[in-house]
């Protein structure tokens, strides 16, 4: 098949708003326009919230992560959670939500397994993005961990159509990473609302860039790819690395290496990125 013909279609489509999306998001785009309601309080968004058992499920556990709960003080319940956690981290979980469920769209096991490991992998991206940004590259650690969940978006969103397309994911996606990630990834954010600021940060990020020293949020997202165990499955169905320039792991931070943050923070990372996947 023509894969760039097949991703210019698809990326046509998303440009102009014309996608798809998993049959039962409606109930995450009501938190959304909920926290984007000055008067929302802490009650009517826990009772939307707990409508939804996987939200809940999510947002007591990333509450309950050592990132957000460093004093061990365990909470069972969404409103505890909710208030914790803070509006800002709670709109992250509801996008990570909708990014999640886009594997649910794809018919094909081989589909739904492609989607499973690009969730995981984000999930590492997302966690690491947070630590390095608050010991690292002093940016939001919220916006850098809400950068980190959508980086992929376009990924999802090409497994997610690609029962639709027969061969599109066998065939040679090397024009994924030259053209299509940046298209694909910038229509889809635009449509889950994704902030201008961030978009840009993610710009940084499929362009593949790394500054020494990493210093802005788009270094933040290149830096925890890169550092991320788990690698993007389709830059291993191109044959080449995603992760670009190699990184120096003792590269000097202040007065501490780049191993030792990572080693001090493995706790932190490891428990958010479970939280995730759960």
């Given at each position: 098949?023509?894969?760039?013909?097949?991703?210019?279609?698809?990326?046509?489509?998303?440009?102009?708003?014309?996608?798809?999306?998993?049959?039962?998001?409606?109930?995450?785009?009501?938190?959304?326009?909920?926290?984007?309601?000055?008067?929302?309080?802490?009650?009517?968004?826990?009772?939307?919230?707990?409508?939804?058992?996987?939200?809940?499920?999510?947002?007591?556990?990333?509450?309950?992560?050592?990132?957000?709960?460093?004093?061990?003080?365990?909470?069972?319940?969404?409103?505890?959670?909710?208030?914790?956690l803070g509006f800002k981290t709670?709109?992250?979980?509801?996008?990570?939500?909708?990014?999640?469920?886009?594997?649910?769209?794809?018919?094909?096991?081989?589909?739904?397994?492609?989607?499973?490991?690009?969730?995981?992998?984000?999930?590492?991206?997302?966690?690491?993005?947070?630590?390095?940004?608050?010991?690292?590259?002093?940016?939001?650690?919220?916006?850098?961990?809400?950068?980190?969940?959508?980086?992929?978006?376009?990924?999802?969103?090409?497994?997610?159509?690609?029962?639709?397309?027969?061969?599109?994911?066998?065939?040679?996606?090397?024009?994924?990473?030259?053209?299509?990630?940046?298209?694909?990834?910038?229509?889809?954010?635009?449509?889950?609302?994704?902030?201008?600021?961030?978009?840009?940060?993610?710009?940084?990020?499929?362009?593949?860039?790394?500054?020494?020293?990493?210093?802005?949020?788009?270094?933040?997202?290149?830096?925890?790819?890169?550092?991320?165990?788990?690698?993007?499955?389709?830059?291993?169905?191109?044959?080449?690395?995603?992760?670009?320039?190699?990184?120096?792991?003792?590269?000097?931070?202040?007065?501490?290496?780049?191993?030792?943050?990572?080693?001090?923070?493995?706790?932190?990372?490891?428990?958010?990125t479970a939280a995730l996947q759960?």
């Amino acid at each position: 098949m023509d894969v760039q013909a097949t991703l210019d279609v698809l990326v046509a489509d998303a440009e102009r708003g014309d996608m798809v999306f998993p049959t039962h998001v409606d109930l995450a785009l009501r938190v959304q326009r909920a926290l984007d309601d000055p008067d929302c309080s802490i009650e009517q968004l826990a009772k939307l919230i707990s409508a939804d058992p996987m939200l809940s499920v999510r947002v007591v556990g990333v509450a309950n992560s050592v990132s957000y709960n460093p004093s061990g003080r365990p909470i069972g319940d969404v409103r505890n959670a909710v208030s914790r956690l803070g509006f800002k981290t709670l709109r992250t979980l509801v996008t990570a939500l909708v990014v999640r469920q886009m594997q649910e769209m794809s018919s094909s096991p081989e589909h739904r397994a492609l989607a499973a490991r690009l969730w995981e992998h984000t999930a590492h991206v997302a966690a690491l993005a947070r630590v390095i940004a608050r010991r690292v590259t002093k940016q939001d650690p919220e916006a850098a961990f809400f950068a980190g969940i959508v980086h992929e978006v376009g990924a999802f969103y090409l497994i997610a159509r690609a029962n639709q397309y027969p061969g599109l994911l066998e065939s040679n996606l090397e024009n994924w990473y030259e053209r299509g990630e940046a298209l694909m990834g910038g229509a889809v954010s635009k449509a889950l609302g994704v902030p201008d600021h961030l978009g840009a940060a993610l710009e940084v990020l499929w362009s593949g860039y790394l500054a020494m020293p990493p210093e802005s949020l788009g270094d933040t997202l290149l830096l925890a790819d890169q550092l991320s165990p788990v690698e993007s499955p389709l830059a291993e169905l191109t044959g080449m690395s995603h992760n670009g320039v190699a990184v120096d792991i003792d590269l000097l931070i202040d007065d501490e290496t780049l191993s030792s943050i990572l080693a001090d923070s493995a706790e932190e990372v490891a428990s958010l990125t479970a939280a995730l996947q759960a």
